[in-house]
């Protein structure tokens, strides 16, 4: 089992950053490839980010390409997520999720094993 936790999410204006952090408990992140997804309010879950188990290879939702850096610090079982220049559109409450096996999918919400329960991440205009 993994438990993960996210942090770091609040209220900011637009243009500002945020970074989150998942943390992880249970059993070491390093051998596990990384998603951050988010969710508005009236809307489906949406992929964000991946970053594979070693952080070599990472994907970028198109909507975050340019603002958003993924990181992970195996050492302290976290996985980052910088946030650039926010925009209202980014407003949702952001899950982190494990995957242990990759599937190719790193997009799709049911292939992830472990969800933390998310940060609120808040863009006022």
């Known amino acids: 089992q993994v438990q993960l936790v996210e942090s770091g999410g609040g209220l900011v204006q637009a243009g500002g950053s945020l970074r989150l952090s998942c943390a992880a408990s249970g059993r070491t992140l390093s051998s596990y490839n990384m998603g951050w997804f988010r969710q508005a309010p009236g809307k489906e879950r949406e992929f964000v980010v991946f970053?594979?188990?070693?952080?070599?290879?990472?994907y970028y939702a198109d909507s975050v390409k340019g603002r958003f850096t993924i990181s992970r610090d195996n050492a302290k079982n976290t996985v980052y997520l910088q946030m650039n220049s926010l925009k209202p559109e980014d407003t949702a409450v952001y899950y982190c999720a494990a995957q242990r096996y990759y599937s190719g999918r790193h997009y799709f919400v049911g292939d992830y094993e472990y969800w933390g329960q998310g940060t609120q991440v808040t863009v006022s205009s």
């Open positions: 970053i594979n188990w070693t952080g070599g290879s990472t």
